[in-house]
């Protein structure tokens, strides 16, 4: 059957403007913001491109929302915990690629690596007030962080390694993890398979 044809990017044909209907409520959501930046580099990688304005609004929000030790938490002035502190570095990652920086360009990046460094777990959604909660939900914000800042070690820890050798244990008999099956082990193997694609141009 001979190589397959090389594949091109089709070219833009025409642009789609969307217009704000109305504003969100003022106090926010992160675990909801950290998908919506998710949603944002997939628009990116098929050509779809934002207002530098509204990248920029993102970006505010992500640091505005980061305390003076770097963590962050659900809303503005929650005490930060791991899930949400490693969705922020990911998030703001995405922000500064498709803006045409690099992925690590951002103060508000280096203190939340320094908070997920200093609090490091494998174990548990760190700091968290249920601590166990969330856990799964926290090792995929985890690998996005690190594969999308190119990091292998917060710190001096392997944070892949340690946290496959976590998985591999926590593996129930059938195969799955956690206690919600279905969603747990989606997580997991996204970890596992460090399913992020790398921010590269």
């Known amino acids: 059957f001979g190589a397959p044809a090389k594949k091109e990017k089709p070219k833009v044909v025409s642009k789609l403007v969307v217009k704000k209907m109305k504003d969100g409520p003022g106090a926010g959501d992160n675990s909801n913001t950290q998908y919506a930046a998710l949603g944002i580099r997939a628009c990116h990688d098929a050509n779809i491109r934002f207002p530098k304005e509204t990248i920029a609004a993102a970006q505010k929000w992500w640091e505005g929302s980061q305390n003076k030790d770097g963590g962050l938490g659900d809303q503005k002035a929650d005490a930060g915990y791991a899930s949400m502190t490693a969705g922020a570095v990911g998030a703001l990652a995405i922000y500064n690629f ?3 920086a690099a992925p690590n360009g951002g103060t508000g990046q280096g203190k939340g690596i320094t908070w997920l460094a200093g609090n490091f777990s494998v174990t548990e959604n760190a700091k968290y007030q249920y ?3 969330h856990y799964f939900y926290f090792m995929y914000a985890l690998e996005r962080a690190g594969v999308y800042l190119n990091q292998d070690y917060l710190g001096k820890r392997d944070w892949y390694a340690e946290g496959c050798n976590r998985l591999l244990e926590d593996q129930k008999k059938n195969g799955s ?10 997580f ?9 694609n790398p921010l590269r141009p």
């Open 98 to 100: 498709v803006n045409g």
């Open 131 to 133: 601590a166990k909660s």
């Open 177 to 186: 993890w956690g206690d919600n099956m279905v969603v747990d082990t989606c």
């Open 188 to 196: 997991a193997i996204l970890f596992l398979r460090r399913a992020s």
